[in-house]
């Protein structure tokens, strides 16, 4: 008996005791974990994410942490999963059920399904706000004394992303506890409002990720791309921030939207408005909606996630990577980082509010976007066919692993037949042959409106003011001869293509002959230069063994590689496999047509260093894209230089110079523009990309002119003629007007002299997208190798008055300085990384061009 009392005593105690515990260990909110008021001082990403893991570690029935990859400079990048009690264990089967009611995986939806939320914070790095309002939003939905959240996540999952792009965010962050007064200072005028060169928002190679979710050129993208088509959330919601002084920005969006946008996602882009809108009126917060952020290129996180089924919403605060913790605006009102915080928390809050009081519309609607996708797809066009001819495998390879990441369907056309059709390349409906083993998409499959914005030759646009490019149609960003067709085609899955080159049988040739069609054989060839293969190359077309070669062959003669022994053999062939590479050998160097190789037109190739400038002046997006082409996509060595001591660079120790688009007065002041023009002379190669073109048009030595220098002039005698109220414009009109004279990113044919080296590779014509109407006159002393003649228009908007300088301009020239070279690129080929059909010819001009 007394035992008995004694252990209930001791029981009891110990429930107290675990009580007292379980009180001192209540959820801890964000000011109680970091030890300062959210908002009071910037948060690194080790501290967030060490808030992130203590959640999820104290709620685990609720909470779950995944971490889905890392970022070029090695940070975490994670996801937040939140749920009902219930729900969490299950989130494996809810995520089928949704790929199940999307169509995309087979078999009947299992138990109650929820609607899906992903919400992305900060994928501009420097528009610091949202990852730290995603601290308070994660305590909000897992704080036990929160009825409300309680009851959203009821029939709600809730996918965070607390740090899209940690790189830039970190670029930003550091230097503004760097660079900042103790608690911020507000002045306008303080050093911390200026951040320096080249500001936090973009990544590690300064992509803009927010550019990327359609192309996935960059590891967050494709790694944090890959989660999301595991899930295709009903909403999806991006946080940025925009200029100071504007007040907060939600849904509904600006037009133009996408004509593939449904009435439903338009009408429920409407709804959260409105749950938005209660949020802000209630605390008296100033507002904006249906301005500036449209909804057309697919490659932000609001249109991407729409083209998928969701809706998309983008949210902006005013701050950016200006307002650091408090700010002084022009209206007299404080900006702080604490009420930049309170916005995006309440915006976040009306997402999931409206997400779960509609969920079960948002559900059904979902299930009916991809019924209508599979059965009824929309647009003109039923299928598309990618031709499989030789010269553009390896770009078709490129394009059908990219629809793979996006879960796109395709086969083959099983048979040859003959059908009509829209020629991309002739852009015009004909009679046009389809082989076997071209590759078909059919829009008969869920993922069809995805298909239709990414393939479609013309996105018709309902308003020209958009703030982006506006054309981006895949088989031309990819150089791939294609098809689009008004009827359905069938698609069989048997590709009958032979998929092994022929083996060679000489055991030890004369040389090796490769030919030069895309990215994987300039890849081969820097690779053999790095592993000391002197590697040649035919700059005519000749034959032999009865097989025709190309201008661009590469030449790998035994002579001139000895030195390496029969260890040639090996590198080149294990070489050539590794890049796909179709590898022929012969046994003599002489050719039965054309030069034979030990001829002066056959030349040996060799491997330049490369210097690229950076820094400030140069664009930090056109100065990345070079960037990422040479260190991710072509694995070559490059020596970045940076503005501030390029005056001192000792330039012979390079062959190769690329300025990268910039503004160029200030580096190039003309005491260093003449060092630069005695390198080219002594042998160097001067690579200028857009507007360090521009730069350079009209300068000594330079041949290339602008073309609105000559037509100014010409303008001036022309105006007396024309209507006397021409100058009266409307004010109302400014923005439409100021659109008169540009182009936005639009596809035009480029007329290509493929006799050239910088157009070895190509055919007569490449398709470029061309972003500027500032364009150049024919090159009278240089060659004329990319051009844009009367007609070369193909899609995409060009303002009124910019028709007529996209007619007749140079795009790709070269031209001879002493005993170097210039190579103009006005048309950037590397433009986020995604036009697959320029970056063969980048390098052309970095490896070929003056060899
Ligand atoms: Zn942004």
Known sequence: ???????????????????????????????????????????TQNRILDYVNYLAAQAPNRMKVQQYGQTYEGRPLMLAYVASDENLPRLEQIQENNLRQAGLQSGQVQGNQPAIVWLSYNIHGNESVSSEAVMQVLYDLLDPANAQTKQWLQNTVIILDPMVNPDGRERYVQWYKQASNQGGNASPYAWEHYEPWPGGRP?????????????????????????????LP?????????????????????????????????????????????????????????????????????????????????????????AGLTYQKQDGDTLTLVDRIAHH??????????????????????????????????????????????????????????????????????????????????????????????????????????VKVLFEPNARLEDSLTYDITSWSLPYAYNVQAYAL?????????????????????????????????????????????????????????????????????????????RMGDKLDATVRELAKQYDVNLSATGTGFVSSGADFGSGSVRYLKMPKVALLSGEGVSPYGFGEVWHYFEQQIGYPVTVLNTSYFRNIPLNEFDVLILPNGSYSQVLNEETLENVRDWVNAGGKLIAME?????????????????????????????????????????????????????????????????????????????????????????????????????????GFVGSKSKEKLQDALILGTQDMGRGQVIYLADNPLFRGFWQGGKLMFGNAVFLVGQ
């Open 1 to 43: 008996m007394m035992n008995t009392l004694k252990r209930n005593i001791a029981l009891l105690l110990v429930l107290l005791c675990m009580q007292v515990a379980v009180a001192q260990e209540r959820l801890q909110s964000p000011e109680q974990f970091l030890g300062y008021q959210l908002g009071k001082q910037f948060t």
């Open 203 to 231: 990544n590690h190679y300064y992509f803009d990720l927010n550019r990327d979710w359609a192309w996935q050129t960059q590891i967050e993208s494709k790694q944090r791309l890959k989660e999301y088509n595991n899930w």
């Open 234 to 322: 009903q909403v999806h919601a991006d946080f940025h921030e925009m200029g100071t002084e504007s007040p907060y920005y939600f849904s509904p969006a600006a037009k133009p939207f996408h004509e593939s946008i449904t009435p439903w996602q338009r009408q429920f882009q409407n709804t959260i408005g409105d749950y938005n809108r209660q949020y802000f009126d209630k605390n008296n917060w100033l507002y904006f909606t249906r301005e500036n952020f449209d909804l057309f290129y697919p490659s932000y996180g609001d249109t991407y996630p729409t083209y998928n089924g969701a809706i998309g919403m983008t949210y902006e605060q005013g701050g950016s990577g200006r």
């Open 345 to 450: 928390v309440a915006a976040s809050h009306a997402t999931i509010q409206a997400s779960s009081e509609k969920a079960d519309q948002l559900k059904q609607e979902f299930r009916k976007y991809y019924q209508n996708n599979l059965n009824n797809p929309a647009g003109d066009y039923k299928a598309f066919v990618l031709k499989a001819d030789g010269r553009s495998a390896a770009n078709l390879k490129s394009l059908t692993d990219y629809m793979d990441r996006q879960g796109i369907q395709y086969g083959y056309a099983g048979k040859s037949t003959s059908v009509r059709g829209f020629n991309y390349s002739t852009g015009k409906e004909e009679r046009v042959s389809v082989g076997s083993n071209d590759v078909v998409i059919s829009m008969y499959q869920p993922k069809s409106t995805l």
């Open 486 to 562: 008004k009827n359905r085609m069938n698609v069989s899955s048997i590709n009958t293509a032979a998929t092994s080159a022929a083996a060679i049988t000489i055991e030890r040739p004369y040389a090796y002959l490769a030919r030069w069609n895309n990215l994987q054989d300039l890849k081969f060839l820097t690779e053999l230069m790095k592993q000391d293969v002197k590697v040649r190359q035919a700059e005519k077309a000749f034959e032999t063994d009865g097989q025709r070669y190309e201008p661009g062959t590469l030449i790998i003669t035994r002579t001139g590689n000895e």
């Open 691 to 795: 507007s360090a073109a521009g730069f350079l048009a009209g300068k000594k030595g330079f041949n290339l002119k602008k073309k609105s220098q000559e037509a100014e002039s010409e303008e001036k005698s022309k105006v007396k003629d024309e209507n006397p109220y021409k100058n009266l414009h409307t004010y109302a009109n400014r923005e439409r007007e100021a659109l008169e004279g540009e182009v936005q990113g639009s596809i035009f044919r480029v007329d290509l002299d493929k006799t050239h080296p910088l157009a070895f590779g190509y055919g007569d014509t490449y398709f470029g997208l061309i972003r500027s109407a500032d364009t150049f006159s024919f090159l009278e002393n240089g060659w004329n190798v990319g051009v844009l003649k009367k007609d070369n228009y193909t899609t």
